[in-house]
C-alpha cells in the first residue's frame, strides 16, 4: 500500500468535509435570518392591520413573501395571500381579493377564513348562491353553526323562505334553549311562506311573553287577516296595542278588519287613526270615505274622495308638510263620489263622475247603469235607454 497516497487521500477528503460543514453552517445561519427577518415582517404587518395602516402592512407583506417559501411553509404562505386579500377587500379591489383567495386556497383548501371574505365579497357584489355556498363551507370547516343565522338571512334575501328556515332551525338547534328567539323567528319565516296556521302557533307561544308580546299578537294579527278571519284579526291587533305595540299599520289592517266585517264606526276611527300616524295616508283617506258613505255620511265621503281626486285627477300641489293631497287613488274615488253625490241630489256631479269612469272602462257595466239611472231622473229617456243597453253589453 502507498501509504503517501492513503495520506493525501485522507487529507483531501478531510478537507472537503471541514468545507461541507462550513457550507451547513453557513445555510444554517442564514436560514435563521431568513426565518428572523419573515417573524419580524409579519409581526409588522400584523401591527400595521391592527392600527389600520394598510399601505405599510402590505410593504411588510411583500417583505414576508421574499423569505416565505411556499414548498417549505405552505401555512404561512396561504395566511400571507389571505391577509393580502382582506386588505384588497377593504381596498374595495374585490377582483384582486378573488385572485389571492383563490391562490391561498389551492395552497390550503381547507383555509376556512378564505371561505368567510368570499362570502362577503359575493354579498356585496349580490350573488347571494355564491355566499351562502360559501359560508356553508366555512360551517362545515369551523362547525361554527352561530352562521347558521347569517345563511338564513341570506336565503331570505334570495327569496327562499324555506331554506330561510331550515338554516335557521340548524342555528337554533345549535344555540339550544339559550335562543329565546328561536320560535318567534321560526314563526316569521312560516308567515313568509304562507304557513299562517303553522305560524300563528309559533307566535301564540309569546303571548305573554315581555319582549315579544306586542309583536306575537301583531303577527298573528296579520295571519289571520290573510285568513280572512278578519274579527279575530282586529282582536288580534288590539291586544297588540295593549301590550304597547305601535308597528308601521296596526291601525290601517285592524280598520280594513272593521271595514270587511261591516263595523264602520270602529273602521272610521282607525283610519283616520292611520291618516294621522301611519304612511298609507292615500289608502287609508279612500277607505274612510267608503266607510263614511256606507254610514250616511255623503258630505263628508263625497269631500273625502274630492281630496283624492284633486284638481280633475291631476296631481295636487303639494302641502307644507310635503304629503300629495290630490292624487287619484284609483277610479273607485270617482264612482263611489258619483253614489255619494246621487245620494244628495247632486245629479249634474253624479252624472260628471260616471261619465269619467265610463271614459277611463271602470266598472262599465255597473257605471252605464248607474248614469242610466241619473239620466231617468233627469227626463233624458233617449240617453237613459242608450245607457241601459250598453250596462247589459258590459255586465258581467
Not at 354579498?123 to 362545515?140: F, T
Not at 288580534?236 to 271595514?259: P, Q
Not at 290630490?326 to 263622475?353: H, I, Q, S
Request: aromatic share 10%; proline share 1%.
Amino acid at each position: 500500500m502507498n501509504l503517501k497516497r492513503v495520506l493525501v487521500v485522507l487529507m483531501t477528503v478531510g478537507m472537503l468535509m471541514t468545507t461541507f460543514l462550513a457550507f451547513a453552517e453557513e445555510t444554517q445561519t442564514a436560514a435563521i435570518a431568513d426565518t428572523q427577518k419573515l417573524d419580524a415582517s409579519y409581526t409588522l404587518a400584523l401591527d400595521a392591520i391592527n392600527k389600520e395602516d394598510y399601505e405599510t402592512a402590505k410593504e411588510y407583506l411583500d417583505i414576508c413573501f421574499v423569505y416565505c417559501d411556499v414548498q417549505s411553509n405552505p401555512v404561512m404562505y396561504a395566511d400571507l395571500l389571505l391577509k393580502r386579500a382582506c386588505i384588497n377587500v377593504i381596498e374595495e379591489k374585490n377582483d384582486m381579493a378573488l385572485l389571492n383567495l383563490d391562490a391561498a386556497l389551492r395552497i390550503q383548501p381547507d383555509l376556512a377564513d378564505a371561505y368567510l371574505v368570499l362570502t362577503q365579497i359575493y354579498s356585496v357584489e349580490g350573488d347571494i348562491d355564491q355566499a351562502i355556498a360559501n359560508l356553508e363551507k366555512y360551517i362545515e370547516l369551523t362547525e361554527d353553526t352561530s352562521l347558521y343565522e347569517t345563511v338564513a338571512q341570506l336565503q331570505e334575501v334570495n327569496g327562499n323562505i324555506q331554506a330561510a328556515q331550515e338554516a335557521y332551525d340548524k342555528f337554533a338547534a345549535g344555540a339550544g334553549s339559550e335562543l329565546k328567539e328561536a320560535g318567534f323567528q321560526s314563526g316569521l319565516y312560516k308567515m313568509q311562506a304562507g304557513q299562517l296556521e303553522d305560524a300563528i302557533e309559533s307566535f301564540t307561544a309569546y303571548v305573554e311573553d315581555e319582549e315579544y308580546a306586542a309583536g306575537a299578537w301583531y303577527n298573528i294579527g296579520v295571519c289571520r287577516m290573510n285568513l280572512g278571519d278578519y274579527t279575530g284579526a282586529a282582536d288580534a291587533f288590539s291586544e297588540s296595542e295593549k301590550k304597547g305595540g305601535t308597528f308601521e299599520g296596526i291601525y290601517y289592517n285592524r280598520g280594513v278588519c272593521y271595514l270587511m266585517s261591516s263595523e264602520w264606526e270602529k273602521a272610521v276611527s282607525d283610519f283616520k287613526r292611520s291618516i294621522e300616524t301611519e304612511s298609507y295616508v292615500m289608502d287609508a283617506k279612500y277607505n274612510l270615505a267608503i266607510c263614511q258613505m256606507q254610514t250616511g255620511d255623503y258630505e263628508a265621503a263625497v269631500a273625502g274622495f274630492t281630496d283624492l281626486i284633486g284638481d280633475g285627477g291631476k296631481q295636487a300641489e303639494t302641502g307644507a308638510s310635503g304629503e300629495q293631497t290630490g292624487t287619484t287613488v284609483n277610479d273607485g274615488a270617482y264612482y263611489y263620489r258619483a253614489v255619494c253625490n246621487a245620494a244628495l241630489g247632486n245629479l249634474e256631479a253624479a252624472l260628471a263622475d260616471y261619465t269619467v269612469c265610463i271614459d277611463h272602462g271602470y266598472e262599465l257595466g255597473q257605471s252605464y247603469y248607474q248614469r242610466a239611472q241619473i239620466y231617468a231622473a233627469m227626463g233624458d229617456a233617449e240617453k237613459q235607454t242608450s245607457d241601459l243597453e250598453n250596462s247589459l253589453k258590459y255586465a258581467k
